[in-house]
């Protein structure tokens, strides 16, 4: 099977955006538990010089992972950006010491961390922020408004969401156009969960949402290979093809849909190295009925 290289976001608007389709998570660029600097932090620059020479042109940050260090070290590898380079961050969030998430969801809230991530990126505009649902959000409405406010503004240029149902997604969509969604998608887990950290939304049930409308889904966590039951598949078809199960699921995000946007992240420049070759790996329709 082949699979298109590429994927367009905000197609339909005035600035479309064209990437090639396996981009990059930072989160894992931090230290123990999303927080501080990296063990290794000669190592995370190293991977983000990387992901531009080997043509990944879309990166995915948040100014809560570290705190603010993801985006610090971003600019750190890469400033003065690349002309197509796709810089994703997120609001919503925020940490406190203990390391625990909470929502930083008003308005106001909403303002402080675009100007921050704007500030520490050294952007005038960011180019595509996600609305991040939190474990105990109230006001989606509210927060969204204040999205397309921002974007009205010129700080942002599309907006997305992230973990989100079909209910928030159509709604948001009502409100304006939605460039992208960002909700936990991989072989293994695709459907919602929940856990200490409160839910966490598959997009299993709004993938043909994105289908229909043509909205780029981007997937987190997708290499999560904890389930209940053990499934041996991807390790057969990775057997198959010499290479490791982390390639294979990243393969099968890719032939799953061609709106799909995986963004593997990873700490170690070996694996990093390993995902970008994830790309060329062709599964046949015998290995996706297989996978299904």
């Known amino acids: 099977m082949s699979i298109a290289k590429t994927i367009t976001i905000a197609g339909k608007s005035s600035h479309p955006l064209t990437v090639n389709r396996l981009g990059y998570g930072t ?4 230290g123990p ?21 080997h043509g990944i042109n879309f990166l995915d940050t948040a100014d809560y992972y570290g ?12 400033y003065p950006y690349n002309h197509d380079l796709v810089i994703c961050t997120k609001v919503g969030g925020a940490r406190k010491p203990d390391k625990s998430w909470i929502p930083f969801n008003k308005p106001e809230n909403l ?7 704007l500030r520490t990126l050294k ?11 939190m474990h105990g959000d109230s006001g989606f409405e509210a927060s969204m408004e204040a999205m397309f406010t921002m974007q009205q503004e010129g700080k942002i240029l599309h907006v997305g969401v992230s973990n989100v149902d079909a209910e928030e997604l159509q709604a948001a969509m009502r409100m304006g156009a939605i460039a992208t969604v960002e909700n936990m998608y991989g072989h293994a887990q695709r459907n919602t969960m929940t856990g200490h950290g409160g839910v966490t939304r598959g997009a299993e049930d709004i993938l043909h949402i994105c289908e229909e409308n043509e909205i780029p889904l981007i997937p987190f966590f997708s290499l999560l290979t904890a389930n209940q039951k053990k499934d041996t598949r991807v390790a057969t078809i990775a057997q198959k093809y010499g290479v490791s199960e982390a390639q294979i699921n990243i393969a099968w995000l890719l032939h799953r849909s061609p709106w799909m946007l995986p963004i593997p992240g990873t700490s170690s420049l070996k694996h990093f190295e390993e995902n970008v070759r994830a790309a060329d790996i062709e599964l046949s329709q015998e290995d996706m009925d297989f996978l299904a």
């Open 27 to 30: 989160m894992r660029l931090t």
């Open 33 to 53: 538990g999303i927080y501080g600097e990296p063990p290794r932090r000669d190592e995370a620059l190293e991977i983000l010089r990387q992901t531009a020479k």
């Open 67 to 78: 705190e603010d260090v993801t985006n610090r070290l971003i600019a750190e590898a890469l």
């Open 111 to 117: 303002r402080t961390s675009i100007e921050n991530n």
């Open 123 to 133: 952007l005038d505009q960011i180019t595509l922020v996600h609305f991040r649902v």
